[in-house]
């Protein structure tokens, strides 16, 4: 029988593609400290999967992710368990971490909610496609805490600018998919039906790439990011470069090119 964990974080792999589903739609994919430990635990274990080269994440139902669930963490009679709370989101920034650091880029397909933590795990990823009814926030401040937790901090003022970044964390507004894409914060909008196909576009033209060009352009990204130095950062693309350019896929897809088509990578 699947655990609890395993029936609400669905895994479905499709050649080198691994689909990540939230899977508790009565609950707006609210996330469980079993969730948290399985993502995490998933999502660290990907550096060690060499049959994953795209992740798709998405949730099921009426939205992507409400957040955490509070509900799991009150007492009988209602008040909050805050020792039961700290045990049981104790990996969440342990699982931002891991999504930054898997070599795989990961698509988040967004929907209807993504608040909180599930709007963390949204900014974690590499390319973010909305649904026309997707709505984000940073939900943290309206709890009364800081908006600046589980990396909004460092995403959202490098992916908006300072200026958004800072009305949406002091303020917990929502953004709706329009002016999100309008900002930059997704890729594009879609109608909600189309979702998915786009996100098997993006996934299928990310699979053309080699496993070695796809895996160094996310490190090489993600490192650059953090460099304000022209040179430094040539100097991180030029070592990433050379170690392609001396394996065996360059040849592929120069030939490739050349003979008009489709380069079969390793």
Not at 159 to 174: D, K, N, P
Not at 228 to 253: H, K, M, P, T, Y
């Given at each position: 029988?699947?655990?609890?964990?395993e029936?609400?974080?669905?895994?479905?792999?499709k050649g080198?593609?691994?689909?990540?589903?939230?899977?508790?739609?009565?609950?707006?994919?609210?996330?469980?400290?079993a969730?948290?430990?399985r993502?995490a635990?998933?999502?660290?274990?990907?550096?060690?999967?060499?049959?994953?080269?795209?992740?798709?994440?998405?949730?099921a139902?009426?939205?992507?992710?409400?957040?955490?669930?509070?509900?799991?963490?009150?007492?009988t009679?209602?008040?909050?368990?805050r020792?039961?709370?700290?045990?049981?989101?104790?990996?969440l920034p342990?699982?931002?971490?891991?999504?930054?650091?898997?070599?795989q880029?990961i698509?988040?397909l967004?929907?209807?909610a993504?608040?909180?933590a599930g709007?963390?795990?949204?900014?974690?990823?590499d390319?973010?496609?909305?649904?026309r009814?997707?709505?984000?926030?940073?939900?943290?401040?309206?709890?009364?805490?800081?908006?600046?937790e589980?990396?909004?901090?460092?995403?959202l003022?490098?992916?908006?600018?300072m200026?958004?970044?800072?009305e949406?964390?002091?303020?917990?507004?929502?953004?709706?998919?329009e002016?999100?894409?309008?900002?930059?914060?997704?890729?594009?909008v879609?109608?909600?039906?189309?979702?998915?196909?786009?996100?098997?576009?993006m996934a299928?033209?990310?699979?053309?790439?080699s496993?070695?060009?796809?895996?160094l352009?996310?490190?090489?990204l993600?490192?650059?990011?953090?460099?304000?130095?022209?040179?430094?950062?040539?100097?991180?693309?030029?070592?990433a470069?050379?170690?392609c350019l001396?394996?065996?896929?360059?040849g592929?897809?120069?030939?490739?090119f050349?003979?008009?088509?489709?380069?079969?990578?390793d």
């Amino acid at each position: 029988m699947p655990t609890e964990n395993e029936e609400s974080v669905v895994l479905t792999r499709k050649g080198e593609l691994l689909t990540i589903v939230l899977n508790r739609p009565e609950r707006h994919n609210a996330l469980t400290s079993a969730m948290i430990t399985r993502l995490a635990t998933v999502f660290g274990e990907l550096e060690e999967d060499p049959d994953a080269r795209v992740v798709i994440l998405r949730g099921a139902g009426a939205g992507f992710s409400a957040g955490v669930d509070i509900a799991e963490y009150l007492t009988t009679e209602g008040a909050l368990d805050r020792d039961n709370l700290d045990a049981g989101i104790a990996r969440l920034p342990e699982l931002v971490l891991a999504m930054r650091r898997c070599p795989q880029p990961i698509v988040a397909l967004m929907h209807g909610a993504a608040c909180g933590a599930g709007f963390a795990l949204a900014l974690a990823a590499d390319v973010r496609i909305a649904g026309r009814s997707a709505r984000m926030n940073d939900a943290f401040i309206r709890l009364g805490v800081s908006g600046c937790e589980l990396g909004l901090s460092y995403f959202l003022p490098r992916i908006v600018g300072m200026s958004i970044a800072s009305e949406l964390m002091l303020t917990g507004r929502f953004i709706d998919a329009e002016r999100a894409v309008a900002v930059g914060l997704v890729s594009s909008v879609v109608d909600d039906e189309e979702l998915d196909a786009a996100g098997i576009e993006m996934a299928t033209d990310m699979l053309v790439a080699s496993r070695l060009g796809l895996r160094l352009t996310k490190e090489t990204l993600r490192s650059a990011r953090d460099v304000d130095d022209l040179s430094e950062v040539i100097a991180l693309e030029w070592r990433a470069q050379r170690e392609c350019l001396l394996g065996d896929n360059f040849g592929e897809g120069l030939q490739a090119f050349l003979a008009g088509r489709r380069a079969e990578f390793d």
